[in-house]
């Protein structure tokens, strides 16, 4: 609606000086000055929505004889012929008005006895704007392309991250379930320890009940956890123990066999923490040094563990080039870091470091 009342605005502010000429400089008879005046200028208003017909009346009087010509109607005739090669999408009927309009110029001229410039005026009057449309129009259509093309690529990378993440969600659901079978083992066998100790030894029992109920406490708080994470029951299950924090010098050591130099540093007193939260930190840091491997092979690299009181702290730095890393920290493998410490209420924090190098740094409260 705008542009409808741009293009009438426009025809409009053309007419009025076109018709002024007509009446007071007219180069015909006065009604066929007039008529020459609004048939030359009128039809922009409809340039948009029927662009052929408006350039085919705008070029039509230019078969009547006349004693000049109206000031505007180059003007009006760009415009014509611009919107009919960038609004038209078949090129077979902008070829043909246009060869029409270079014909009727032609024709014009001839019987109006102009001289030989004023042809090369007449024609270029609408070769250049017709050229002129039709530029612009591939251009708007190869906009149109890649934007269209970005708006895919974006929903796919949408998609991508969504199937990483129940990816990643499937995975932990599965090392949750090893954890909370692992302690209703333990709180069966414990059991039966205090059932047969109540009778004979009753003092015996108490320590059997103490880890039984911080088995239930753990195993009751993963659970928690695994409500709404969704488990994928095609894949079979792993019989090996689940690794911890425990673990890390041993996944450094691995690293330094496969020629990453690795340094780990542990500050704080560690303590026992949940066996999904263990699981958890170690798959932090193991997935953090798989980065690493990636992206900055050969340089060195800093696994940092700091216990406080009421947080575990974990950062692995390098120093290689992070200019093939997503500076927002939405690869992959951080996805999966990230979901992880989501489950557990933590933060992360992943990126180039200004110096330059990589740094992840996941803060898991306890």
Known sequence: MLRRRADVLLALLLAVPSVVQAVVWPIAAMPVSVLIALCS???????????????????????????????????????????????????????????????????GSWINGE?????????????????????????????????????????????????????????????????????????????????AALDAEPER?????????????????????????????????????????????????????????????????????PAGLDLSAFRIVQEALTNVHKHAHGSPATVRVVWERRELSLQVRDGGSAEKRPANGDGHGLVGMRERVRLHGGELHAGRLPGGGFEVRAVLPL
Request: hydrophobic share 45%.
């Open 115 to 195: 001289v030989a410039g004023e042809y090369f005026g007449a024609v270029s009057a609408v070769l250049l704007p017709a050229v002129a449309g039709r530029v612009v129009r591939r251009q708007r259509a190869q906009t149109s392309l890649l934007r269209k093309l970005t708006g895919e690529l974006e929903r796919e990378r949408e998609r991508t991250a969504e199937l990483a993440v129940a990816e990643e969600r499937a995975r932990i659901a599965r090392e949750l379930h090893d954890v909370v079978a692992h302690a209703l083992s333990v709180i069966a066998i414990q059991s039966d320890g205090a059932d």
């Open 205 to 273: 029992a108490r320590r059997p009940l103490r880890v039984i109920r911080r088995s239930a406490e753990e195993a009751l708080g993963e659970m928690r956890r695994l409500v709404g994470v969704l488990r994928d029951q095609d894949e079979g299950e792993s019989l090996q123990p689940q690794p911890g924090l425990a673990q890390l010098p041993g996944l450094v050591e691995r690293a330094r066999a496969a020629g990453m130099p690795v340094t780990l540093h542990v500050e704080g007193q560690p303590r026992h923490v």
């Open 41 to 107: 200028t009128l039809p922009i208003a409809w340039r948009r929505t029927h662009p052929i017909v408006a350039t085919l009346i705008g070029t039509a009087v230019w078969f009547i004889p006349t004693d000049g010509y109206i000031v505007t109607g180059y003007i009006a005739a760009f415009i014509l012929y611009y919107s009919l090669a960038a609004h038209v999408e078949d090129v077979e009927p902008v070829a043909a008005v246009t060869a029409f309009g270079v014909a009727v110029s032609i024709t």
